[in-house]
């Protein structure tokens, strides 16, 4: 198949056109160093990618805000250090200060020339909002955790995101998922029988950052390390 053989693109939108793992550093590099924790920005974040996801999980109806603040409590638990009602409370708030990647609004704007574009995230509809405001585009959808009451890679929350195609006029296998996460949305996608693109931003480092590993092998049926590469293969196969 061809990138322009469809006609939608549902996105992951943190790690994938917002920039969570530097957002996350930001508060919690700033934590461990008041603490006097020598730990690198890497394991910090490979650290409290378990705790995150394990909260996703155990509390599918709680906010995004909330889980943050969870997931840092248990990584100062993890690691015997305190964490205080201020410390939880600023990184539960700092999704807006979040930055996009420099390529997202350009491409996500080449693309919504083609595109209809939807949005599965795991996050709240405010934090979505703030963190929209720096994508600049308008989406054709928006699906958040806070809508569907799970969070990725919960089958549930593929199953909406096939609901809301239908229910957009999108046909049945014209919908293409776009995504950094291996663990969040390339194994669930796939299961879901969806085809995906993998937005590999971590292509240059090693590990898996602050996402856990994907819990079984996935072959996406595309691989970019960029957004705008997706956007230029778009261009060149229409060109083509």
């Given at each position: 198949?061809?990138?322009?053989?469809?006609?939608?693109?549902?996105?992951?939108?943190?790690?994938?056109?917002?920039?969570?793992?530097?957002?996350?550093?930001?508060v919690?590099?700033?934590?461990?160093?008041?603490?006097?924790?020598?730990?690198?920005?890497e394991?910090?974040?490979?650290?409290?990618?378990?705790?995150?996801?394990?909260?996703?999980?155990?509390y599918?109806?709680?906010?995004?805000?909330a889980?943050?603040?969870?997931?840092?409590?248990?990584?100062?638990?993890?690691?015997?250090?305190?964490?205080?009602?201020?410390?939880?409370?600023?990184?539960?708030?700092?999704?807006?200060?979040?930055?996009?990647?420099?390529?997202?609004?350009?491409?996500?704007?080449?693309l919504?020339?083609?595109?209809?574009?939807?949005?599965?995230?795991?996050?709240?509809?405010?934090?979505?909002?703030?963190?929209?405001?720096?994508?600049?585009?308008?989406?054709?959808?928006?699906?958040?955790?806070?809508?569907?009451g799970?969070?990725?890679?919960?089958?549930?929350?593929?199953?909406?995101?096939?609901a809301?195609?239908?229910?957009?006029?999108?046909?049945?296998?014209r919908?293409?998922?776009?995504?950094?996460?291996?663990?969040?949305?390339?194994?669930?996608a796939?299961?879901?029988?969806?085809?995906?693109?993998?937005?590999?931003r971590?292509h240059?480092?090693?590990?898996?950052?602050?996402?856990?590993?994907?819990?079984?092998?996935?072959?996406?049926d595309?691989?970019?390390?960029?957004?705008?590469?997706?956007?230029?293969?778009?261009?060149?196969?229409?060109?083509?």
């Open positions: 198949m061809k990138l322009t053989d469809f006609d939608a693109l549902s996105f992951d939108c943190y790690g994938t056109l917002i920039d969570w793992e530097t957002g996350l550093a930001v919690l590099g700033g934590w461990a160093r008041a603490r006097g924790l020598q730990l690198d920005g394991a910090l974040l490979a650290a409290y990618s378990t705790h995150e996801a394990r909260a996703e999980a155990e599918p109806g709680v906010s995004y805000p889980i943050l603040a969870r997931s840092m409590r248990e990584l100062g638990r993890q690691f015997g250090t305190e964490v205080t009602d201020d410390d939880a409370s600023r990184l539960a708030g700092s999704v807006p200060d979040w930055p996009a990647f420099p390529d997202s609004p350009p491409a996500l704007a080449a919504s020339t083609r595109y209809q574009l939807i949005v599965l995230s795991n996050v709240d509809r405010d934090s979505f909002a703030a963190s929209n405001r720096r994508l600049d585009v308008t989406f054709a959808s928006v699906l958040t955790a806070q809508d569907i799970s969070y990725k890679p919960a089958p549930r929350n593929f199953d909406a995101l096939l809301e195609a239908a229910r957009l006029g999108i046909g049945e296998g919908l293409l998922h776009v995504a950094q996460s291996l663990f969040h949305d390339h194994v669930p796939k299961r879901a029988g969806l085809r995906t693109v993998w937005i590999n971590r240059d480092r090693l590990g898996w950052g602050a996402t856990p590993a994907p819990p079984a092998d996935v072959v996406p595309w691989e970019f390390p960029s957004l705008q590469a997706l956007a230029d293969a778009v261009a060149a196969d229409a060109a083509g």
